[in-house]
């Protein structure tokens, strides 16, 4: 365990809190069993750092992190490492990356249940099955959802400008106010086109002309390795998976057509179905249906995106057209229902039609739709139901 504490001391060492994650606040620190999911690269790791480094750190010595990916579990046990560290006072533990390690699920439902004076945190791929895990932990743990920054965030970290996020409900109402606070201290219009292109996963910042290629080993971490450990996916299969990518990212936002892409790929229909599937679970796409209700796994999406504008320009479709989709669909998708509606271009949780468009964008064609917005890219300011783009990037 010294050697665990060593390399747990030394990330600490390293970690800024110069800039934190909004996700920060959302979480109920208080609960028992915390598991934050999301695609690799969103800051899952930073973000437990600096939870500790900020609100932990007068009792570090009852706090450990592991990444359980570290080659001490090889030969070790997490249920022993947990017993030993209640054992000589620990009373927070924080687990980083637990679908690496077999039998996660089974030994945090012991680790909960042996140990109730122990609070424990952890990570996982945005594969992770926690409703379906073998142990029960779905009554146990508080889990969350965490995805790349949203514009908002980028604006903070980038520029120093930090302001608060801003409720669907509110922003459909006083856009025009909200718009007016934020453009008296920036202009949004000038770094939106940055974000669109290379602002999405954290990690831009440190080598910044080698962020296409960190998001393409992004990518494939997620396919040739948690693909086959979660899903169970024949790693001769992983090429198949890839190259259907490829077909949705060339032509996003994609209109599938089952049939031929499965003879385009060579696999039948149910796997095809699960292979799109595998990529919205994995972070690399955004499924729209007709209907949010009763969603199957076998069931065919009606329109597919790359899950955030940065693939597009790196492996996909930049038309601008599908850039603007792309960053609505990916921003509103966080706490929010999105569907395809027979007219318009989404309809977000139920009620609300968007038509996407650029700055001449009308809403002609939302006529007699009952709460039809227009969500114009290149504009600063918004009236009466035509709101700026770029502020759909304030909701989180």
Do not use: C
Request: hydrophobic letters at 40%; a negative charge; proline letters at 3%.
């Amino acid at each position: 365990m010294d050697r665990l504490i060593e390399k747990y001391r030394q990330k600490l060492g390293h970690t800024s809190l110069d800039f934190m994650r909004s996700a920060m606040e959302s979480i109920n620190w208080k609960a028992r069993l915390i598991g934050i999911k999301g695609p690799r690269g969103v800051g899952k790791t930073t973000l437990m750092l600096q939870y500790i480094k900020s609100h932990l750190q007068d009792q570090l010595a009852q706090v450990l992190y592991v990444s359980l990916d570290d080659i001490w579990f090889s030969n070790n046990q997490l249920v022993d490492l947990a017993d030993d560290f209640v054992k000589k006072g620990g009373t927070h533990l924080f687990l980083d990356e637990v679908h690496k390690y077999p039998n996660w699920s089974q030994e945090l439902k012991n680790i909960y249940d042996d140990h109730p004076g122990l609070q424990v945190v952890f990570t996982g791929s945005s594969l992770l099955e926690i409703l379906n895990a073998r142990a029960d932990l779905s009554r146990r743990a508080v889990i969350y959802l965490m995805q790349g920054l949203s514009f908002r965030e980028y604006v903070s970290l980038e520029y120093r400008h930090s302001l608060p996020a801003v409720h669907l409900s509110d922003m459909l109402e006083h856009h025009q106010d909200i718009a007016g606070d934020i453009l008296s201290n920036f202009k949004p219009l000038q770094y939106f086109s940055d974000y669109l292109k290379r602002g999405y996963y954290p990690y831009y910042r440190e080598e910044t002309d080698l962020y296409a290629q960190r998001v393409e080993e992004t990518i494939n971490m997620m396919l040739e390795i948690e693909l086959p450990l979660l899903r169970a996916v024949d790693i001769a299969y992983v090429s198949k998976v890839k190259q259907l990518l490829l077909v949705i990212a060339e032509s996003a936002p994609f209109i599938p057509n089952v049939s031929k892409i499965s003879e385009r790929i060579g696999i039948n229909r149910t796997t095809l179905l699960s292979y799109l599937h595998y990529l919205q679970e994995s972070g690399l796409t955004q499924n729209l249906f007709r209907s949010a209700k009763g969603i199957s796994r076998l069931q065919k999406p009606d329109k597919i995106f790359l899950e955030n504008t940065n693939l597009a320009y790196i492996i996909g479709n930049a038309d601008i057209g599908n850039v603007r989709e792309t960053f609505f669909a990916n921003q509103l998708s966080y706490r929010h229902q999105l569907e395809f509606p027979e007219r318009g271009d989404f309809l977000i949780d139920g009620r609300y039609v968007f038509e996407i468009g650029g700055k001449d964008k009308t809403g002609g064609q939302l006529k007699g739709v009952g709460e039809g917005y227009v969500a114009a890219d290149g504009i600063e300011y918004g009236t009466s139901t035509k709101i700026p783009l770029w502020l759909f990037g304030f909701l989180y």
